[in-house]
């Protein structure tokens, strides 16, 4: 049998995610929404586009849960956007109805899955997710440092106008505005970051990152990114299908890891076939430390507006 992905939520990052799977041709990929034409509709425009580039994909659009069963990875991506002027976690109660509701179907068809969650404020949902589905923190995982650590080595490649591939930049923390940028950490073509650049100029660079969302939606107007995300999201997905254990920064619940118990937040994680394979602890400096217990807390209020 063909491994099978299924997208829940059939919008921008849905739709995206989609077709970057189609394409990539290792899987089958069913995409669902609550609006059934469009997931039948874009289904089945990715799967006229697979003659073209060269997969034999099968894509499926549905509103059935049916059509899940057996999908060895779901991507969680169904909910509402922010709009200009709102936080990620404005969302919060909006989304966290769509996310119970989403992964009681889930746990009810799939639940061997290992669930991909990107639906915002990311943390947050990730958290609700586990409880919903009592899935172990292995298995529940979500899309937000590798966006946001794309975003810095977009920005720093630019400046030293060098390929983004030879830049190493990670973005931990929750995904909103207390995300822990670590510039000690970071290097091109193995030189440090700070010897290339003035900690002004990095302190620029980091500061579009952590806005990188919100200059985003500000251009759109309507909604917020998603082919950044999209992509941040499927390499995910590469990581477990392709057995990759790679080394992602990924939102985890951390379990006393960084001195921080029970609580969603990103850090560096080795994920392959079963999910979470190890959560790294980095050597972080004493602020570091502080900015990242300071992210853990924000989560925590976020967490604490759904009453869990
Ligand atoms: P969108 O509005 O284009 O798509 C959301 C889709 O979810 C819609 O098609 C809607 O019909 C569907 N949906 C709503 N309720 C549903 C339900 N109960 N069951 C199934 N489908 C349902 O939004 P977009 O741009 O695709 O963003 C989706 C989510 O991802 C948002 O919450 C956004 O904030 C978040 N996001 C997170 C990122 C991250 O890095 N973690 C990056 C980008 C977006
Ligand atoms: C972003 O960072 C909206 O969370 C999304 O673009």
Known sequence: MRTRISVIGAGMVGGTCAQRLAERGYADVVLLDIVEGLARGKALDILESLPVVGSDARVHGTSSYDDVRGSEVVVVTSGIARKPGMTREDLVMTNAKVIREVCENISRVAPESIIVMVTNPLDAMVQLALHVTKLDRTRVIGQSGILDSARLRTFIAEELS????????????????????????????????????????????????????????????????????????????????????????????LEGEYGIDGVVVGVPVKLGAAGVEQVLQLELSASEKQALLRSADAVRETVAIMGL
């Open 162 to 253: 060098v390929s983004a591939s030879s830049v190493n930049a990670y973005i931990l923390g929750g995904h909103g505005n207390t995300m822990v940028a670590l510039p000690r950490l970071s290097s091109v073509g193995g030189v440090p970051l700070l010897d290339l650049l003035s900690q002004e100029r990095v302190d620029a660079l980091v500061e579009r990152a952590v806005n990188g969302g919100a200059e985003i939606v500000q251009l759109l107007k309507t909604g917020s990114a998603f082919y950044a995300p999209a992509a941040a999201a499927v390499s995910m997905v590469d990581a477990i299908v392709l057995d990759k254990r790679e080394i992602l920064p990924c939102a985890v619940r």
